[in-house]
Nanobody, 125 residues
Framework: QVQLAESGGGSVQAGGSLTLSCVAS????????MGWFRQAPGKEPEGVAT???????SYATSVRGRFAISKDNAKNTQNLQMNSLKPEDTATYYC???????????????????WGQGTQVTVSS
């Protein structure tokens, strides 16, 4: 079992930045593919970014070039640096981990079995 806990959400103006963090605890001895998802009210969950155990990253088209995912293995933490935020980035952001090192469809929530409680990001215009 792996427990995930996000932090770092908040309210910013458009053009601002936020950094989300996700700390993993529990059985972190194995390597897991980890990612970030977001869900806005009335919308389906959207894959934002992923980082597999080989260090390969993938991003949603809507955030590529503005967001950066990273991981600190020593601290069992993954981060999502979000720059140039837009009102359409407003959502609850979730940290997720798969049960294996690589997933075929990183953007598919069904590929992940561990989820954090979510942290709210609100971007005002």
């Amino acid at each position: 079992q792996v427990q995930l806990a996000e932090s770092g959400g908040g309210s910013v103006q458009a053009g601002g930045s936020l950094t989300l963090s996700c700390v993993a605890s529990g059985d972190t001895s194995s390597s897991y593919c980890m990612g970030w998802f977001r869900q806005a009210p009335g919308k389906e969950p959207e894959g934002v970014a992923t980082l597999d155990t080989e260090g390969r990253t993938s991003y949603a088209t809507s955030v590529r070039g503005r967001f950066a995912i990273s991981k600190d293995n020593a601290k069992n933490t993954q981060n999502l640096q979000m720059n140039s935020l837009k009102p359409e980035d407003t959502a609850t952001y979730y940290c997720a981990a798969a049960s294996r090192a690589y997933v075929a469809r990183w953007y598919d929530p069904d590929e992940y079995i561990y989820w954090g409680q979510g942290t709210q990001v609100t971007v005002s215009s």
